[in-house]
């Protein structure tokens, strides 16, 4: 995991780390018992957040009382933490900060996250006691439209980027004109989130997420940022990360059961919502591509018979036409990758859904004692595990209309190929 995410950065570029205050990384949110904010730190440097975690009422052998939720955004819990973008010197320092509890799940947490493998898996800790471990993974792909190009800064060991990206301006119309317009690209993002703890009134939730992507200034809307939620919480409240602002921090769900099913259905609509969108910008160019393309429906007789006379402008002519069939021809196989690969992120999202359907009725719907009482589970787990289960559907669909436009590309491409054997004799 670490080898990962290390990649070639330099030591320096860690100690630059450390020592940037600028540069604002993570959430973390304390609670109690009753859902009452212990201490909220939003927006943290890195040295902030090392200091914070070695604070000794942290500690298990604190003469201070600790807090019963710890929620960290690049890592939240009843404490929670929320981290966005996270690096290798960020999971070191929460990783050696980490209780023995979580430090058994969060290795392998970080690896699903980093390798961006999509994963829902709620369970119990094999320990003997009531320890569990309830996460999941959402890597997806969102489409952006902008004049540079925004590549994650983090490298694997190769010293690619962690996360790729894919140009998808060529999907355009040829009518339109791309030159000193944006451009459009598909960005890959993983959301994770590990609620982890020994009681269902006690626990810590961790949150990562990638952000490198989003342009922070007055135009991006409804972009998620450190910089969001920390003028959020100026303005409205405490909006919860974990929810994507749908519920407030200061009214949390104290149920550890409670808190991961409502943000593992949240954050899947969230998704769902990048998603639709993506698709929906892919086909409709691909549609418009193949009603207005002329180069695949040029007819198939001899279309030169006023030049037989003249060899040259002949020659010419089928010199375009095979020019524009093999260019007609390159599109659709590209533009068939980029169905592929989105259709490929759906899908393995969708199969991770029908998997974990079974195993989140039986451990958050069964109402067994300990996991709240039945108007709770009935009103919170129910129906956000009936939620996921329809949002899968949907998400479905939408890997549905994908294979119906992947056959359509390769019927055509199947008569470009025919159309070059053609003009090429």
């Not at 921090?249 to 998704?271: H, Q």
Request: charged share 30%; proline share 4%; aromatic share 6%.
């Amino acid at each position: 995991m670490i080898r990962r995410l290390r990649g070639e950065t330099s030591w320096d570029d860690y100690v630059k780390e450390i020592q940037d205050e600028e540069k604002k990384i993570a959430i973390i949110d304390d609670c109690t018992m009753d859902g009452l904010s212990r201490e909220c730190r939003p927006a943290i440097s890195m040295a902030e957040m090392c200091d914070v975690l070695q604070e000794q009422r942290f500690r298990k052998d604190s003469p201070v009382p600790n807090a019963d939720i710890r929620r960290m955004c690049h890592a939240l819990t009843r404490s929670a933490r929320y981290a966005p973008d996270i690096t290798f010197i960020t999971s070191l320092c929460i990783a050696d900060n980490a209780s023995p509890l979580d430090k058994r799940v969060l290795a392998e947490f970080f690896q699903r996250h980093l390798t961006a493998e999509p994963v829902i898996d709620p369970r119990k800790l094999s320990d003997g006691d009531q320890a569990f471990a309830f996460e999941y993974h959402y890597p997806h792909l969102v489409l952006r439209r902008g004049r540079g190009l925004l590549e994650d800064n983090r490298t694997t060991p190769g010293n690619k980027p962690l996360r790729s990206l894919t140009d998808i301006t060529f999907l355009r119309d040829v009518a339109e004109d791309t030159e000193g317009l944006e451009m459009d690209y598909l960005y890959q993002a993983t959301t994770s989130c590990l609620v982890i703890g020994h009681h269902s009134l006690r626990w810590t939730a961790y949150m990562f997420t990638d952000t490198y992507f989003s342009v922070h200034d007055d135009t991006a809307m409804n972009e998620e940022s450190m910089h969001l939620w920390s003028e959020e919480r100026k303005e409205s409240g405490r909006p919860d990360p974990f929810t994507f602002g749908e519920t407030q921090a200061d009214t949390p769900l104290l149920n550890a059961r409670d808190f991961w099913v409502n943000s593992a259905a949240t954050r899947l609509r969230r998704v769902l919502q990048e998603s639709s969108l993506a698709v929906s910008h892919i086909c409709e160019k691909i549609d418009k591509h193949l009603l207005d393309n002329r180069a695949l429906a040029l007819p198939r007789s001899n279309s030169f018979k006023e030049s037989k006379d003249d060899a040259s402008a002949h020659q010419d002519t089928a010199k375009k036409n095979i020019a524009a069939r093999r260019n007609a021809l390159t599109w659709l196989n590209e533009a068939s990758l980029v169905v592929d690969e989105v259709m490929h992120s759906l899908r393995d999202n969708v199969t991770q859904l029908s998997l974990s359907d079974p195993i989140i009725r039986e451990m958050f719907c069964d109402g067994k004692s300990g996991r709240g009482n039945s108007r709770e589970r009935h009103n919170i787990r129910n129906a956000r595990a009936a939620e996921m289960a329809d949002l899968k559907r949907r998400l479905d669909r939408l890997v549905e209309r994908l294979i119906k436009m992947r056959a359509r590309l390769d019927n055509r491409v199947k008569d470009a190929q025919k159309a070059v054997r053609r003009t090429s004799r």
